[in-house]
Each structure stands twice: as structure tokens, then as C-alpha cells.
């Protein structure tokens, strides 16, 4: 390996154990607002030397959210690729985000916005974006239940996606606040929610 390959592969190194740490504050001081002073002390770096990796926070938050983003929508395709109906689509993609924020309690203080009061204004825009992402598709796959599926909403399309991230957003909110895992009860409860979602399309005489 020549030296400027050293050097690059040093380099993402260093940045990934950088957001690694920020990833573990946030896990284990709840409530608290991570500074660059206690980061650089965590990582054994001087803030200097931090901001030679990032040029700001706002760009170690951006690489975490970049990190939610491309997990989560690379296995929102993978779902589409792989199951056909729509209402099996809604449950997985649902699910897939709920385990997601269960298994990462510092990203989920991220998707909730918690940990990002105070910080630049475009990174709860970023996330807030993250959400609108995730509705639309959710829009798109209820649209496209009357063509696949023979079935519709029993609500319009909006409201019925408005309602499933409403009680996604809720989760993830209740688990960054209290602790409680955000897949407790989830299947008992989302049979209880399919079961009203979705009506068979009349069949035209």
C-alpha cells in the first residue's frame, strides 16, 4: 500500500471511530449536549486535530444522518424488490424502522431531533425530510394497493400514511423519552391497525 493510501485509509479510520464515539455518547448520556470539548476528549484527540477530520458538528451529524438514511432506504428497496403486497410492504417497512431506532438508541436521539437542539437549523430540516421520505413512500404503496392488491384504503391515502408515521414517530419518541422499546407489543398491535386499513375494491357490476 503505497503512503497516500495509508494516509486516506487513516483518515476514514479516524473519522469512523470519531462518529462511533459521538454515536456512544449519545447512548449513554441521555438528555446531555455532546460539545466538541468532550468529544475530542473521548476520541483522545485535541479539537484541533477534531476539526482537521470534520470542519464542524454539523458535519459529523450530517454523516450519521447520511448513515440513517442509506440503512434504512437501502432496505426499504430490498423490501419493495422482495414482497408484493402492500400491506405486508407498510408492516416491514415499519418495523424495519422501529428495530432500527431499538438497536440504536444514540442514532434514534438523532431521528428524533433530540440531540439536535441547538445545532445548525439544516439538520432537524434533514430529518425532519427523513420523515417525508418514508411518508411518500408509504403513499406511493397504499396508491399502488388497488392495482396490485384489489384493495383501498378504507381512509383517503394522505391520511391513512399520515396515521402510520404518526404512530412510528410516536414510538421512536417514547422510546428516546422512557426507555421502553419501541417493538414491545408492535405485532399484536400493527394486526390490529392492518386490520382497518385496507377495504377490497368493489367489483364493477
Same mark, same amino acid.
Given at each position: 500500500?503505497?503512503?497516500?493510501?495509508?494516509? !486516506?485509509?487513516? !483518515?476514514?479510520?479516524?473519522?469512523?471511530?470519531?462518529?462511533?464515539?459521538?454515536?456512544?455518547?449519545?447512548?449513554? /448520556?441521555?438528555?446531555?449536549?455532546?460539545?466538541?470539548?468532550?468529544?475530542?476528549?473521548?476520541?483522545?484527540?485535541?479539537?484541533? #486535530?477534531?476539526?482537521?477530520?470534520?470542519?464542524?458538528?454539523?458535519?459529523?451529524?450530517?454523516?450519521?444522518?447520511?448513515?440513517?438514511?442509506?440503512?434504512?432506504?437501502?432496505?426499504?428497496?430490498?423490501?419493495?424488490?422482495?414482497?408484493?403486497?402492500?400491506?405486508?410492504?407498510?408492516?416491514?417497512?415499519?418495523?424495519?424502522?422501529? #428495530?432500527? #431506532?431499538? !438497536?440504536?438508541?444514540?442514532?434514534?436521539?438523532?431521528?428524533?431531533?433530540? =440531540?439536535?437542539?441547538?445545532?445548525? =437549523?439544516?439538520?432537524?430540516?434533514?430529518?425532519?425530510?427523513?420523515?417525508?421520505?418514508?411518508?411518500?413512500?408509504? !403513499?406511493?404503496?397504499?396508491?399502488? =394497493?388497488?392495482? /396490485?392488491?384489489?384493495?383501498?384504503?378504507?381512509?383517503?391515502?394522505?391520511?391513512?400514511?399520515?396515521?402510520?408515521?404518526?404512530?412510528?414517530?410516536? /414510538?421512536?419518541?417514547?422510546?428516546?423519552?422512557?426507555? /421502553?422499546?419501541?417493538?414491545?407489543?408492535?405485532?399484536?398491535?400493527?394486526?390490529?391497525?392492518?386490520?382497518?386499513?385496507?377495504?377490497?375494491?368493489?367489483?364493477? =357490476?
Amino acid at each position: 500500500m503505497t503512503q497516500a493510501k495509508e494516509q !486516506k485509509t487513516q !483518515k476514514t479510520s479516524r473519522k469512523e471511530q470519531i462518529l462511533q464515539v459521538l454515536v456512544h455518547m449519545l447512548e449513554n /448520556r441521555p438528555g446531555t449536549k455532546v460539545t466538541t470539548s468532550s468529544l475530542a476528549k473521548e476520541v483522545g484527540l485535541s479539537e484541533a #486535530a477534531l476539526y482537521r477530520h470534520f470542519a464542524s458538528k454539523a458535519k459529523m451529524f450530517e454523516g450519521l444522518i447520511e448513515f440513517i438514511e442509506e440503512t434504512i432506504f437501502s432496505r426499504v428497496t430490498r423490501i419493495l424488490q422482495d414482497e408484493p403486497q402492500a400491506l405486508y410492504r407498510c408492516e416491514h417497512i415499519l418495523t424495519l424502522v422501529l #428495530a432500527f #431506532a431499538d !438497536k440504536n438508541p444514540g442514532l434514534c436521539r438523532i431521528m428524533t431531533g433530540e =440531540a439536535l437542539v441547538g445545532e445548525d =437549523a439544516r439538520l432537524r430540516t434533514r430529518i425532519s425530510q427523513f420523515y417525508e421520505r418514508l411518508e411518500t413512500q408509504l !403513499k406511493q404503496i397504499l396508491r399502488e =394497493a388497488e392495482i /396490485r392488491d384489489q384493495m383501498r384504503t378504507v381512509m383517503p391515502v394522505p391520511a391513512t400514511a399520515q396515521l402510520l408515521m404518526s404512530i412510528l414517530e410516536g /414510538r421512536v419518541q417514547q422510546y428516546s423519552r422512557t426507555g /421502553r422499546s419501541p417493538v414491545d407489543n408492535w405485532p399484536e398491535q400493527w394486526a390490529f391497525l392492518a386490520d382497518g386499513l385496507l377495504t377490497p375494491v368493489p367489483v364493477s =357490476a
